[in-house]
């Protein structure tokens, strides 16, 4: 009897193997008809939107200013009363008032024109003027400077009285001493050239 069973079910496996699968399937399809999906449902915040509105601005107008009112005129009193309205100033007369002078012109000196010398021109025998007999005669000492210009040769071309004391004599005296001296030129970086040079000269009586 065992046997006989046993021998069915291998026999019939086939058949209830496939019955079983079919069952199986058809309980699954069943369950997925008989019960709802559940899904995730996704749930987006709304887009917030910033609106800009545009306002035109109007243009300013630009105005122009008017011009600032003129100064009033202020009346001056005037001392006498006799004086017309109409008076103009051709009806006065100016023949009364004397004419001034014109200032005098300021006094021209010499007109020397600096030249750089590194060693200044040397007098090569001593100035010894000869003093005018009138100044002895009144005492008169002093000193006047001369203005000379020595040229590169050591030539004495021009001399020009910077402080004298004139109407006695001593200032031509001087002049006329400085003009017999030779003189050492002077020299700028080893070359003799004419400059301009004051000296002093000395008028003292012997006591």
Do not use: C
Not at 30 to 45: A, K, Q, Y
């Amino acid at each position: 009897m065992y046997k006989e069973q046993t021998a069915a079910i291998k026999l019939n496996y086939p058949i209830i193997f496939r019955v079983s699968g079919l069952t199986g399937l058809l309980l699954t399809i069943l369950s997925f008809l008989t019960f709802p999906r559940f899904t995730n449902e996704m749930v987006l915040d709304e887009e917030v939107q910033i609106v800009i509105e545009q306002i035109d601005i109007p243009q300013t107008e630009q105005f122009d200013r008017p011009p600032p009112p003129a100064r009033p005129s202020v009346p001056v009193e005037s001392e006498s009363e006799d004086v017309a309205d109409d008076v103009t100033l051709d009806e006065f007369n100016l023949d009364d008032f004397d004419a001034w002078d014109a200032p005098p012109p300021p006094p021209e000196g010499p007109k020397v024109r600096f030249i750089p010398y590194d060693d200044p021109p040397v007098p090569l025998t001593p100035i010894r003027p000869k003093y005018p007999e009138i100044a002895q005669e009144a005492g008169i000492e002093g000193t006047v400077v001369v203005q000379v210009f020595v040229d590169d040769k050591g030539r004495v071309k021009d001399t020009v009285i910077l402080k004298g004391i004139p109407n006695t004599g001593l200032d031509e005296a001087a002049s006329e001493a400085i003009r017999d001296v030779r003189f050492r030129p002077a020299r700028q970086r080893e070359r003799a050239v004419g400059v301009w040079i004051s000296i002093p000269v000395n008028f003292r009586l012997k006591s």
